[in-house]
């Protein structure tokens, strides 16, 4: 009976011990396991973000103003860059600044790409001198280089990001070569110090006149500066997105009756136009184009300050004379109602 009983309890025992000895395998089994990492090249990381690399069969358009999926990346003294097949790509510089010559070749391949916030915030960097193998520009690769006084863009660069250079506050002269197709949003916003603008001869898409530049098919300026005098021969029929955008030095400028439409923020932050005249001519005036322009003169009706022209005074109604009015009689002459005219006029 006592034998039973001790092989009963020896049965119980080993029975008990079975479930901790497959757990501790099966734990032990998935600390064996490889991690899975993601692949490299499929991912670009450029200022902290991840950007996944556009397709084989990506279009021209969608892979605009992205740099080659990175293959090498390395460090060269001030410069950090990466190669992708036989080009190099700047992604940083490291520098103080002063006159920087950018190098004709990095990694044994030709630079050909300045990558997006390559030289942002380089508030030391006074000049730049690009080779003629560079094609882009990547978006904001210059931003907020407010010590950079000029820039010429060779003939082989083909494509400018979006805000390449805003915020180059001591930025004078910009002069745009003959390959250039391909011009980002707000690219020279907020060059407070921009006077003069040129365009290459024989670029077939931009052109410029009176130190403004323009795309030649739309009609469109899409840049200006404080000494801009828009052009009367027809060649402008748009005042463009951010046209004008900060430009704090712009006292007074014409608008031509050629021009039907003036874009979103075209003038916006010009807190030194005093003077803008509108023709009848414009039929559309979209969100933000006036805002900030503080010291712009105004032509009073009834109870609210219009912008025009010499022979109608009354084209747009821009803003109430204050926020407590309660009626407001709107001039016969006025075509057009600015988007926020009669913003927190709570008792209208």
Not at 4 to 31: D, G, K
Request: with cysteine; charged share 15%.
């Amino acid at each position: 009976m006592k034998r039973i009983v001790s092989l009963f309890l020896a049965f119980m025992l080993l029975l008990s011990a079975f479930p901790f000895a497959v757990l501790a395998e099966e734990i032990s089994q998935s600390y064996s396991q490889p991690c899975e990492t993601e692949d490299a090249s499929s991912v670009l990381q450029e200022e902290d973000s991840l950007r996944v690399a556009p397709s084989s069969d990506a279009t021209y358009e969608e892979s605009l103003f992205l740099p080659p999926v990175a293959e090498n990346r390395a460090t060269s003294g001030e410069w950090e860059y990466h190669t992708h097949g036989n080009k190099t790509t700047i992604t940083k510089y490291t520098g103080y600044g002063g006159s920087v010559t950018i190098p004709y070749t990095l990694g044994g391949y030709p630079v050909t790409f300045i990558g997006d916030h390559a030289f942002r915030g380089c508030t030391g960097l006074t000049s730049v001198t690009i080779p003629d193998r560079v094609t882009s520009f990547g978006n904001y690769a210059f931003w907020d280089c407010t010590g950079l006084t000029s820039i010429t863009i060779p003939d082989s660069v083909t494509s400018i990001g979006s805000g390449a250079f805003s915020g180059c506050t001591k930025l004078t002269s910009v002069t745009i070569g003959n390959s250039v197709t391909a011009i980002g949003a707000w690219a020279f916003e907020g060059c407070m110090g921009l006077t003069s603008i040129t365009v290459a001869p024989g670029n077939s898409v931009y052109h410029s006149t009176g130190n403004c530049l323009i795309e030649t098919a739309s009609k469109t300026l899409i840049c200006g500066c404080k000494n801009s005098v828009i052009p009367t021969d027809g060649s402008v029929t748009s005042i463009g997105d951010g046209a004008f955008s900060g430009c704090t030095g712009l006292t007074s400028i014409t608008i031509p009756d050629s021009v039907t439409s003036i874009q979103a923020d075209a003038f916006a932050g010009c807190t030194g136009l005093t003077s803008i005249t509108i023709p009848d001519s414009v039929t559309s005036i979209d969100r933000g184009a006036f805002d900030g322009c503080t010291s712009l003169t105004y032509s009073t009706y009834d109870n609210a300050k219009y912008l025009g022209n010499e022979t109608n005074p009354y084209v747009v109604l821009i803003k109430a004379n204050s926020t407590s009015i309660t009626s407001c009689s709107i001039h016969p002459n006025t075509k057009l109602i600015y988007h926020s005219a009669f913003c927190n006029c709570t008792s209208l």
